[in-house]
C-alpha cells in the first residue's frame, strides 16, 4: 500500500503540471513550490523553534485561525510557520501578518526531511484533515507532537475499512485528536486510537468573532439602501442558474452574488444569467453610479464574510456540486440559510435544517419556498444566531489542553 500512495503522489504531481499548462490554478500550485527551500531559507531560521500550522485551503484556514491567534496571544515571541496545500488558500493569506506563509511540498520523504529540518517546527497543528504519510512519520520519529484539531470522521473513509491498514497507521502518527463530534471519537476508538476528546467544531468560535466586530462596507450600504438583501455566498453556476428566477419575482429585493471563482467567463456568464439589471462591485465601488441595479455581483476575493451583515437571506453555494460551503459565517449574523441537496457530509446544516434556520432545496419551486418563507420568519434569524453562539468555545478546551501539556 505504500508503494501505491507514492506512487499517487508522483502520478497527481504529473497530472498537477499537466493542467498547469492551461489551468490558472494548477500552475500557481506547480509555480508556488518552485524554489520553495530558497524562499524558507530566506525567512526562517532553522536554530530557532516554530509553531507550525497546515491548512488544507482558505476553509481550513478560518477554522483553524482562532487557535493560531490564541496561541499567539498566550506567546507573542513564538514565531509561526502556516502552510497550504491549495492556491485557493496561499493566494489569499500569503500576507499573514502572524505567520511565514508557504506552499507545503508534495509528501515525500525527501521532502519531508528537508522541510521540518528547514523550519524546526516544536509543534504541528493540523486543521480538520489531511493525513499526510511521510510529514506524519517524520514528526513522529523526530517525537515532535502533532494535533489535529476540529477534526471530523466517516465510517465511508479508508482508515475504517478492512484494506485501511496503511492509512490507520498515519493517525496512529497523531499525538492528540481534537474532534467535533461523538461519532468521530467512536470511530477513532473503534481503531484503537483513544487519544482523543470531543471540542466542537473552532469555526464557530471564528464567526461568531467575525459577526461581533464586522468590517463595515459603506458601498454595499449605498447599493442596498433600504431594500431587503438576498446575499449569495460562494456560488457555482448550478447556483446562478436556480437564483436566476427570483430577482424578477421580488422586484423589491436586492441581491449580491459573491461567486466561488471570479475568472472574467464566470462573472460573463453571470450577467447573461439574469434578466434584470446588475454591476459588478468593481465598477460600482469605483463610479457609484448604477444605484438602479439589483444584483451585485462580487468580482474579488474576501469580502464575503463582511458581507452577510448586510442580508436579510443567505443562499450558500455548492449544493449541487461536491457540496455547500460555509453556512457558518451567515447564520453567525442571524441570517437563515438556503442550500442545494448536497449537504449530507456538513453536521452544522443538518442541525440548522432540524431547528427550523435552515432549507435544503432541489427545484425552483422549492427555492421560492424557502425564500418566502424565510423572508417573513423573524424567528428563523434568532435561531440560526443562537446556534452558533450555543456552539463557540472549542479553541479554549483546545489551547488549554495543548498548553497543559507544557506545550509550547
Known sequence: MKLLYIIGIRAYTLLIRIFSLFNPKAKLFINGRKNIYNLIAQKINPAEKHIWFHFASLGEFEQGRPVLEKLKTLYPDKKIVVTFFSPSGYEIRKNYALADVFYLP???????????????????????????????????????????????????????????????????????????????????????????????????????????????????????GNSPTLICGSTWPEDEKILSVLP????????????????EGHIESIEKQFSVNSVRFSVFSSQLSNLKSQILIIDNIGMLSSLYQYGKVAYIGGGFGTGIHNTLEAAAFGLPVIFGPKYDKFQEAKDLIAIGAAK??????ELINAFESFAEDKNAADLARKYVTDKKGATGQIVSMITKADRP
Open 106 to 224: 508534495m509528501d515525500t520523504a525527501a521532502n519531508a526531511k528537508r522541510f521540518i529540518t528547514s523550519i524546526n517546527p516544536e509543534m504541528a497543528i493540523f486543521t480538520k484533515y489531511e493525513f499526510w504519510h511521510f510529514y506524519f512519520t517524520e514528526l513522529k520519529n523526530r517525537n515532535i507532537p502533532l494535533y489535529v484539531i476540529s477534526g471530523i470522521f466517516r465510517e465511508s473513509q479508508a482508515f475504517f475499512k478492512w484494506y485501511g491498514g496503511f492509512y490507520r497507521d498515519i493517525l496512529k502518527s497523531v499525538t492528540y485528536f481534537f474532534v467535533q463530534n461523538q461519532e468521530s471519537e467512536n470511530l477513532l476508538k473503534s481503531i484503537g486510537i483513544n487519544h482523543v476528546t470531543i471540542n466542537g467544531d473552532t469555526r464557530f468560535d471564528r464567526v461568531y468573532e467575525n459577526a461581533q466586530t464586522p468590517k463595515q462596507l459603506p458601498v454595499i450600504e449605498n447599493f442596498i
Open 360 to 365: 435544503s432545496i432541489s427545484s425552483t419551486d
Open 248 to 263: 424578477e419575482k421580488y422586484p423589491d429585493w436586492k441581491f449580491i452574488i459573491a461567486p466561488h471563482e471570479i475568472h
